[in-house]
């Protein structure tokens, strides 16, 4: 009996096979690799907000309204923080993705904060530098945290200004149009603003450096 031909790979697709096989991609941790003690840190930092309370009934995924756009549901967030995958949810979209609209907590029948959780999350991301280089949300909280640290207050045009440098400098040539229409109608000021005594604000931000969020 004769056996069958076995079909023949091309010699410019056979490398590109082999590398594929060769791409072994695990999707599982060990408990070694996990920071055990990251949930208990993350409670505390939100106002002691009682992660191991959860159920997991789902409830804050339910009605969170961005929950489609999210690579992990809330419940799931809270799921991976209490169990200490750290990497996993810093680098997640979810936290950057939370509109604070507090529907989560209203829901939910252990009545945990959940939207605090988030912010401290947010927190522990961008110290450890875990967020993508360009995502806006993270740029903006610390251009904003870093204006209101040196004036005591917050000038948007600045503000937008440096996003942008920081995200994308094309946009703010295309929003340039409608920055000028905002300016000539008063809503948008060039100088920047500043508290008077910005020597005190500075004093209690001193006392108050190892809180600061940002």
């Known amino acids: 009996m004769r056996l069958p031909t076995p079909t023949t790979v091309h010699s410019e697709e056979e490398p590109h096979k082999i590398e594929k096989m060769k791409r072994v991609i695990r999707r599982i941790k060990f408990e070694s690799e996990l920071d055990l003690n990251f949930g208990e840190r993350v409670a505390d930092r939100a106002y002691g907000q009682k992660l191991l309370s959860c159920i997991q009934c789902g409830t804050c995924s339910a009605t969170c309204p961005l929950a489609h756009y999210m690579d992990y549901t809330p419940r799931k967030i809270i799921a991976m923080t209490r169990e ?23 829901q939910c029948p252990r009545q945990i904060h959940i939207t605090d959780v988030m912010y401290t999350l947010k927190r522990e991301a961008i110290q450890m530098g875990f967020h993508p280089k360009r995502l806006p949300i993270p740029i903006l909280a610390q251009e904003f945290y870093k204006r209101v640290l040196k004036d005591g207050r917050n000038t948007e045009s600045w503000l937008l200004v440096s996003l942008y440098l920081r995200t994308n400098p094309f946009i703010m040539l295309r929003e340039a149009i409608l920055g000028l229409k905002l300016f000539l109608r008063g809503r948008l000021t060039i100088g920047r603003e500043h508290v008077k005594r910005r020597d005190q604000l500075h004093t209690i931000l001193e006392h108050k450096k190892g809180e600061a969020p940002l």
Not at 89 to 99: D, E, K
Request: charged residues 15%.
């Open 84 to 106: 200490g995958f750290k990497e996993e949810v810093l680098n997640s979209l979810t936290i950057w993705l939370c509109a604070s609209c507090y529907s989560c907590y209203v």
